[in-house]
């Protein structure tokens, strides 16, 4: 079965420092990593996916195969990074399974 | 496109009561899944369902859960009857066939007392 583990629910940094919300997944096969957010009050969003190495407001994730991890890193938070973001998987069937989610509070 | 529509936002209601859940999908898509959010437990996939079909529910807690798919454009959640421990934020989502992420709707708090 699939299992993603996000071992931070509360991260809190200052406005300009770098940001690392932890992600490790466990699954046999080639999962398929996505960074969902919500911020306050908001619908669940996708943020990026593995596939398409993108850049989103500056985040990005890079997958690890070693690690079994898909960290999500920003160099310079900003207070309107603060919500919640959840790290999913998707193994061979159509499900998303969700990690425990991080809450991120940007200070000014 | 309105997005994956959900009612009601807000549902207070007495412990012991039957309480449904509304999920209008978008458009074209063919699957969609129920998700119940708590502090505690993050977010947990409930059921979901594939052409009007479920396909899985095994993360549906108990047999007071029940969920209904009868045609593309509507699907519904009701639980029966009703606890405390049920008050949480319920989404919805759908997905088109081949996309990569999920829609997700914006959700109904339900609190029972």
């Known amino acids: 079965a699939q299992r993603v583990t996000q071992p931070e629910k509360l991260l809190s940094v200052f406005k300009g420092a770098p940001v690392e919300l932890k992600c490790n997944y466990s699954y046999s096969g080639s999962p398929e990593l996505f960074w969902y957010v919500q911020y306050s009050r908001q619908r669940l969003q996708l943020l990026l996916r593995?596939?398409s190495r993108e850049s989103i407001k500056g985040f990005t994730a890079d997958l690890n195969k070693g690690e079994t991890s898909f960290h999500l890193k920003k160099p310079f938070a900003q207070e309107e990074d603060s919500a919640m973001y959840y790290c999913?998987?998707?193994?061979?069937?159509?499900?998303?399974?969700f990690g425990g989610g991080t809450r991120l509070m940007v200070k000014p | 496109d309105a997005g994956v529509i959900q009612s009601p936002r807000h549902e207070v209601t007495e412990m012991g009561q039957e309480v449904t859940l509304r999920c209008k999908p978008i458009?074209?898509?063919?699957?969609l899944f129920w998700y119940r959010q708590t502090m505690m437990r993050g977010l947990e996939l409930l059921i979901y369902f594939n052409n009007n079909v479920p396909i899985d529910d095994s993360g549906m807690p108990e047999d007071r859960f029940s969920a209904k798919m009868p045609n593309a454009s509507f699907s519904t959640l009701k639980i029966q009857p009703s606890e405390p421990r049920d008050s949480a934020v319920y989404f919805c989502a759908s997905r088109k066939q081949g996309a990569d992420g999920y829609t997700f709707g914006s959700g109904t708090r339900l609190t029972v007392v």
């Open positions: 593995h596939i």
């Open positions: 458009s074209g898509h063919n699957s």
């Open positions: 999913a998987s998707r193994g061979a069937g159509n499900m998303l399974t």
